[in-house]
């Protein structure tokens, strides 16, 4: 059975501390991995996508990694801000099928970034 | 250019009414979708539509229905609310070249009493 796995269920940390949020995968074949953002009252947002041949992929203080061996994936996130205080969901896909039937999303981790 | 846009932002229902939340968006993308959100259950997918005129059912259908007016619109109905629909959905779009990117509106919050 496809499913996607995210690790911790919640984190709470200091602002400007680092933390890393984990994606454990069974969905198989692979075509991508996206991390979205939602912060609360809000639709999820795209942070970054990773395909099979990328191992690393930053976007601003956010920096995820692919290992598509383990079918582990992280979202690192650096010198956390207040505003970074949100879901992150993890969402892996296969190829083909259109965009619903390759979907699998993960419950997300939420987490809360206190001054 | 407001991306995907939902109405109405809140609704609460008493169980047995009816309801029809609608979706717009105006970036062209051939493929719509209903989601809802529950507390420690994830995004799960009601319906979604890959090209206008054309809709399929998701992992959690029952008790809903959807329509595609046209390729801007698609709207999602509950004929006969239950307590168990009470939730937060989303409608998202995607285009026919990236389809696995999805582009979420603010979601609805809806209580059935």
């Known amino acids: 059975k496809n499913q996607v796995e995210q690790s911790p269920q919640s984190l709470i940390i200091l602002e400007g501390k680092n933390c890393t949020l984990q994606?454990?995968?069974?969905?198989?074949?692979?075509?991508?991995l996206r991390w979205y953002k939602q912060d609360t009252g809000r639709g999820p947002v795209s942070l970054t996508i990773?395909?099979?041949?990328?191992n690393t992929k930053s976007n601003g203080r956010y920096t995820a990694t692919l290992d598509a061996d383990t079918k582990q994936s992280s979202l690192h996130i650096t010198a956390s801000q207040l505003s970074d205080s949100a879901s992150y969901i993890c969402?892996?896909?296969?190829?083909?099928?259109?965009?619903?039937?390759?979907?699998?999303f993960g419950k997300g981790t939420h987490l809360i970034i206190q001054p | 250019n407001a991306g995907v846009t939902q109405t109405p932002k809140f609704q609460v229902l008493k169980t047995g009414q009816s309801m029809t939340l609608q979706c717009a968006q105006d970036?062209?993308?051939?493929?719509m979708y209903w989601y809802r959100q529950d507390p420690g259950m994830g995004l799960r997918l009601i319906y979604y539509?890959?090209?206008?005129?054309?809709?399929d059912k998701g992992e959690v259908p029952n008790g809903y229905n959807v329509s595609r007016l046209n390729k801007r619109e698609f709207s999602l109905r509950l004929e006969s609310a239950a307590p168990s629909q009470t939730s937060v959905y989303f409608c998202?779009?995607?285009?026919?070249?990236?389809?696995?990117?999805?582009?979420f509106g603010p979601g609805t919050r809806l209580t059935v009493t």
């Open positions: 539509s890959a090209s206008e005129g054309t809709t």
């Open positions: 998202a779009s995607s285009s026919k070249t990236s389809p696995y990117e999805q582009y």
């Open positions: 970036m062209n993308h051939n493929s």
């Open positions: 969402v892996v896909t296969r190829p083909g099928g259109g965009g619903a039937d390759g979907l699998t």
């Open positions: 990773m395909t099979f041949s990328e």
């Open positions: 994606c454990n995968y069974t969905v198989s074949p692979f075509s991508n």
